[in-house]
C-alpha cells in the first residue's frame, strides 16, 4: 500500500496507530522489566539439608565427590600426592575433636597409630565451597581428617598436614628473592613439585599443648603408623628450622588450619546425614 496515494483520513489513522503501538510496546517493557529476572532466571528456594529429598542429596554428593577428583587432577601438589585420600563416603564418621593421651602414651613418648582413611583437602574445599562456606581452598589448603581405629571403633579426628619437600643443597646458601620478599625455607602455599622426595607430615591435636606428629614413608600413611608425641614448642622448632620447607612458620598456623578441618569436618558431617 502506498501511503501517499492514500486519503488524509487514512494515513493520520495509520500513523495514529503507531504511535500508539510504540507507546503500548513502551509501557509493556517498562513495567515489565522488574520481572525479567523472574522469566530469564531461576527461581531459587532455599531448604534446609534435611528437607532436601534423598536422590537429590546423593546427586549433591556425586558432584562434590567429581569436584574433589577433578582438584586432584589440576592440583599444583600433583595428583600422585592424593592417591590415598578417600575419593567418596557414604556415612558420617564418627568425629572426635582430638587424640586421648594416656599415662603409658605419655610415658613412651610416642603412639603406635591404625590409620583407616584419610579425607584430604580436596574433598573439604569441595564440600564447603558447595554448601556456601566462607573458608576459602586457600584457607583449607593443608586441612585434614584422619580417620583411626581405636579399640575396635573407628574415629575422625581433624588434623594439619603439610607436604614436605626437600632441598638440593644447603638451606644456608639459598638467596632470599628481595623483589617478593619470599624466602626458600618457607615457599608459598600452591607451589608444584617434583614428585621425588616428598613427604606428608600430619599433626593430630591432643589438647593442651600436645600433638601427635608423624609423617608418610614412600608418600604412604594408610595401616599401622608410630607417631611423636610433641609439644606446642616442638612444632614450632620444627617448622621455625626452614626444613620442611613449607609454607607456615609455627604452631600458630597450625592450630588454625586445625580449626579450619574442624569447620570442614563439620560440613562434611551434614552432607552425609
Known amino acids: 500500500m502506498n501511503l501517499g496515494s492514500q486519503e488524509t483520513t487514512i494515513f493520520a489513522i495509520w500513523t495514529g496507530f503507531q504511535f500508539l503501538w510504540l507507546a503500548l510496546r513502551s509501557v509493556f517493557y517498562h513495567f515489565g522489566q522488574a520481572s525479567d529476572r523472574i522469566f530469564h ?20 554428593r556425586r558432584v562434590i565427590f567429581a569436584l574433589s577428583k577433578y582438584q586432584m587432577h ?14 567418596s563416603c557414604d556415612t558420617s564418621y564418627n568425629m572426635q575433636a582430638r587424640f586421648i593421651l594416656t599415662p603409658e602414651d605419655l610415658h613412651r613418648g610416642e603412639v603406635t597409630l591404625s590409620v583407616v582413611s584419610i579425607v584430604g583437602d580436596t574433598l573439604l574445599s569441595s564440600a564447603t565451597w558447595l554448601f556456601g562456606s566462607k573458608l576459602s581452598g ?5 586441612s585434614c581428617i584422619v580417620i583411626l581405629e581405636l579399640n575396635s571403633t573407628t574415629v575422625a579426628i581433624p588434623s594439619a598436614r603439610v607436604l614436605s619437600g626437600k632441598s638440593p643443597g644447603k638451606l644456608s646458601s639459598w638467596p632470599s628473592d628481595e623483589e617478593t620478599g619470599m624466602d626458600p625455607q618457607f615457599p608459598p602455599r600452591g607451589g608444584s613439585n617434583t614428585g621425588r622426595d616428598i613427604t606428608w607430615w600430619y599433626w593430630i591435636s591432643c589438647g593442651e599443648g600436645k600433638w601427635l606428629q608423624t609423617h608418610t614413608e614412600d608418600m604412604r600413611f594408610l595401616g599401622k603408623r608410630t607417631a611423636s608425641i610433641v609439644s606446642d614448642e616442638q612444632v614450632t622448632k620444627k617448622l621455625a628450622s626452614g626444613e620442611l620447607l613449607v609454607g607456615i612458620s609455627e604452631v600458630g598456623h597450625v592450630h588454625e588450619i586445625v580449626r579450619n578441618s574442624s569447620v570442614g569436618s563439620e560440613v562434611l558431617q551434614n552432607m552425609l546425614c
Open 41 to 60: 532466571q531461576p527461581i531459587r528456594l532455599r531448604k534446609d539439608w534435611k528437607m532436601v529429598p534423598t536422590h537429590f542429596k546423593l546427586r549433591i
Open 74 to 87: 589440576v592440583h599444583p601438589r600433583g595428583q600422585y600426592c592424593y592417591e590415598e585420600d578417600v575419593q
Open 138 to 142: 586457600m584457607d583449607l589448603y593443608d
